[in-house]
């Protein structure tokens, strides 16, 4: 038995009253789901523990079949991993994103415009941290390049136990009182003023204010952790695994569970993706490349919600239904298998931000039908079948009973 998890980070989200009081998945056009609801399990799970905040790393932990509360040390320590960084027990990182901050106010009272900077390229952005590291890095205090906005400030010796504000939970909102606090908050505040001093006039920013994009004016210091550790996935499902992301929180996850990182040409971030490339590099890990269980991780409809754009987070849905669970039920056929597709959060596009809520899930196996009444993968429909999921690393053990 070969194992499939279709991950759409950020799929599931609230009725809009543009889409006709229908949700993402309601208004997409997803012939290929539709004909596996009334055969599978359809349901809705809870990935995000109760007083932990519903980020994409908590959230892929869980789906993945990893305990947060027990593995959990910091979103920004799985992408220090992912990115090769050294850490030592004492070092801490943060996540610092290139931002767009509005240019008349003082710090504390700019809106955050864009917490992505218009989703800038990564030759763009590897210029603008390498161009701050001379004004930064010194003993205590390490930049690193990443992706795009993603990247990575390294504190040596340093602590945890800091407020510190996602920023895309303020889309669209004064910063006031989502600044740094904490042991190092000035240093850290401090350090992102300085950053917008040095950004504001950077050649790279004036060119694409005059291209009409947004500039990355700023970083902003978040997601601070230590190194993590988790449980070898091998070790515990005794299944050969792999992991294929843009996103290098999930690539890290991948890492430190030992499963293999799968690279596909075409992979980004956001809904230019190539959703076909990643489906046939998954069927071909498990037909002849020697993996039983593949985590298809995409990241495009969460992009999407962050932005608060419903045209293209369903039109994200429906190239996850046609090029990807197409994709995979055609490669896959003759072969058993079973499939898992789900978010690991809701992103709605009107709150532009991850919630709590439970999440719509589906599983399909081309050896057994598991039909629980479900006649759509909706999250009215997961609901009506009264299937629930209290943790999210169940969702693992249900998929992988199936053999």
């Given at each position: 038995m070969k194992y499939l998890v279709v991950l759409g980070d950020g799929m599931a989200d609230k009725k809009l009253k543009e889409l006709g009081g229908k949700t993402c998945l309601e208004a997409a056009s997803t012939p290929n789901l539709d004909r596996l609801a009334p055969h599978s399990e359809v349901g809705l799970c809870k990935t995000v523990p109760d007083g932990m905040k519903p980020g994409s790393d908590v959230a892929n932990m869980s789906v993945l079949g990893f305990d947060p509360k027990k593995f959990y040390t910091g979103r920004s320590p799985l992408e220090a991993v992912s990115m090769g960084i050294e850490l030592s027990p004492t070092d801490v990182t943060l996540r610092c994103n290139l931002v767009t901050l509005s240019e008349d106010e003082p710090y504390g009272e700019k809106i955050m415009k864009d917490y992505s900077a218009g989703e800038i390229t990564t030759a763009e952005a590897r210029e603008l941290i390498e161009f701050l590291k001379k004004s930064f890095d010194d003993e205590k205090f390490t930049l690193y390049p990443g992706i795009s906005y993603r990247h990575c400030l390294v504190v040596k010796d340093g602590v945890c136990g800091h407020t510190l504000t996602p920023p895309h939970d303020i889309s669209d909102r004064p910063v006031t009182g989502h600044l740094p606090k904490g042991e190092c908050g000035e240093i850290y505040l401090d350090m992102m003023k300085k950053s917008y001093e040095l950004l504001k006039d950077h050649p790279v920013?004036?060119?694409?204010?005059?291209?009409?994009?947004?500039?990355?004016?700023?970083?902003?210091?978040?997601?601070?952790?230590?190194?993590?550790?988790?449980?070898?996935?091998?070790?515990?499902?005794?299944?050969?695994?792999?992991?294929?992301?843009a996103v290098d929180l999930v690539r890290g996850i991948g890492m430190l569970a030992g499963m293999e990182l799968i690279d596909v040409p075409g992979a980004t971030g956001d809904y230019r993706t190539d959703f076909a490339a990643k489906a046939n590099a998954a069927c071909d890990k498990l037909l002849s490349g020697g993996l039983d269980y593949v985590y298809i991780h995409m990241e495009a409809a969460d992009e999407c919600g962050h932005h608060g754009d419903h045209v293209h987070k369903v039109y994200s849905v429906e190239k996850i239904d046609k090029d990807v669970v197409g994709t995979i039920l055609k490669r896959m056929e003759g072969t058993p298998f079973a499939m898992l597709v789900c978010p690991d959060h809701p992103t709605p596009c009107a709150l532009k931000t991850h919630t709590s809520d439970p999440i719509p899930y589906l599983i399909y196996t081309n050896t057994a039908d598991l039909s629980n009444g479900a006649a759509r993968y909706t999250e009215d429909e997961a609901a009506a079948t009264g299937e629930y999921l209290p943790e999210g690393r169940l969702l693992t053990d249900r998929l992988l009973k199936i053999c």
């Open positions: 920013n004036i060119k694409r204010i005059k291209e009409g994009k947004n500039p990355a004016n700023s970083i902003w210091l978040w997601g601070e952790g230590t190194k993590p550790a988790i449980d070898g996935f091998y070790e515990t499902r005794r299944l050969k695994g792999g992991i294929i992301s």
